[in-house]
């Protein structure tokens, strides 16, 4: 499985988390229909979207303008969060590399308006990161 495609699986997993309460063990299950092994790569992001989710979560509410994090679709939520807690704890992969693959995401999940939204979104974040590093 590929980066992407693990993003895919992770995104999906993170999606159906959050809408029905399923757990993560019993949403894995459901999207691994090859029975193969979860790629780590996938197992990686969820474990930092959800042990991080009250900062993730208050990351993307200061750069939403004019909208509040409950306003966001549920779909597009899940895709914020996984993208900045791939920015935010996973430093193997460049931040630009996960802006693309967050609106990769969108064109398959979502629609052109929520990719010019996630990421105007995830280019504010990316540049607050850049500002602390310096």
């Known amino acids: 499985m590929n980066r992407r495609d693990a993003r ?3 995104l ?14 019993t949403a894995l299950e459901a999207l691994n229909e090859g029975g193969q092994p979860i790629d780590p790569f996938v197992n990686q992001l969820l474990d930092q979207v959800l042990a991080h989710d009250k900062e993730i979560d208050r990351l993307i509410s200061r750069h939403l303008q004019n ?6 679709g549920n779909i597009d939520k899940a895709i914020l969060r996984l993208a900045v807690g791939e ?9 630009t590399v996960t802006v693309n693959e967050a609106v990769e995401l969108c064109k398959v999940f979502s629609d052109e ?20 590093k310096r």
């Open 87 to 95: 920015m935010l704890f996973m430093d193997d992969v460049p931040v």
């Open 12 to 25: 999906q997993a993170l999606f159906q988390m959050s809408l029905s309460g399923t757990d993560r063990t």
């Open 67 to 72: 909208w509040s994090l409950t306003r966001v």
């Open 8 to 10: 895919k699986m992770a």
């Open 113 to 132: 308006q929520t990719r010019i939204f996630v990421n105007g979104v995830l280019s504010g974040i990316s540049k607050e990161m850049e500002t602390k």
